[in-house]
T-cell receptor, first 113, second 110 residues
Framework: DVKVTQSSRYLVKRTGEKVFLECVQD?????MFWYRQDPGLGLRLIYF???????EKGDIPEGYSVSREKKERFSLILESASTNQTSMYLC????????????FGPGTRLTVL | AQRVTQPEKLLSVFKGAPVELKCNYS??????LFWYVQYSRQRLQLLLR??SRESIKGFTADLNKGETSFHLKKPFAQEEDSAMYYC????????????FGKGTKLSVKP
């Protein structure tokens, strides 16, 4: 059974703090993704990575960066957290095969005060 | 840019009634299409995908290339079907990126 785990379920940070969200998958998937989920806006892709050290901007990359040093781990970094980054953050992984399932982590609810 | 449209933000039906969640896509080729579901306090998970031609929990979805639609249907809704449903299309020529719709919240009333 594929497991995608995220480092925290709930996180509270202050404006201006640097925030690290970590994601680990155990299925040797090439592709990993970071989304934010907001009511009425659905899932919005922040960044994705299709290989170690590779990254691509998604739809809303501003204010975020990512790191993928190992295949199983994909980190999302908020360099200087702002209140409008309060959201649910979802990590996901998927193989590179067309039609394959995308697996999601449980999410991290981030509140920036 | 490729888009997936779910026109209804909220759909409310009574238990036992038929339900149809609408999804339209914009890709001109032959996309791989999926329905994902998120039950309360659970992670987002795959419900079904076009490539498998399967029925899961009584739900089916048929690809209509003429209408570029992939509507999700169930003949008799159950209260446990209440959840958030997302339609997704595999991005053409991508490394595996999925394009998600904004989601439809299904509420099944007793």
């Amino acid at each position: 059974d594929v497991k995608v785990t995220q480092s925290s379920r709930y996180l509270v940070k202050r404006t201006g703090e640097k925030v690290f969200l970590e994601c680990v998958q155990d299925m040797d998937h090439e592709n990993m993704f970071w989304y934010r989920q907001d009511p009425g806006l659905g899932l919005r892709l922040i960044y994705f990575s299709y290989d170690v050290k590779m990254k691509e901007k998604g739809d809303i990359p501003e204010g975020y960066s990512v790191s993928r040093e190992k295949k199983e781990r994909f980190s999302l970094i908020l360099e200087s957290a702002s209140t409008n980054q309060t959201s649910m953050y979802l990590c996901a992984s998927r193989s590179g095969t067309s039609g394959d399932t995308q697996y999601f982590g449980p999410g991290t609810r981030l509140t920036v005060l | 840019a490729q888009r997936v449209t779910q026109p209804e933000k909220l759909l409310s039906v009574f238990k036992g009634a038929p339900v149809e969640l609408k999804c339209n896509y914009s890709y001109s080729g032959s996309p791989e299409l999926f329905w994902y579901v998120q039950y309360s306090r659970q992670r987002l998970q795959l419900l079904l995908r076009h490539i498998s031609r399967e029925s899961i929990k009584g739900f089916t979805a048929d690809l209509n290339k003429g209408e570029t639609s992939f509507h999700l249907k169930k003949p008799f809704a159950q209260e446990e079907d209440s959840a958030m449903y997302y339609c997704a299309s595999e991005e053409g020529g991508s490394q595996g990126n999925l394009i998600f719709g904004k989601g439809t919240k299904l509420s099944v009333k007793p």
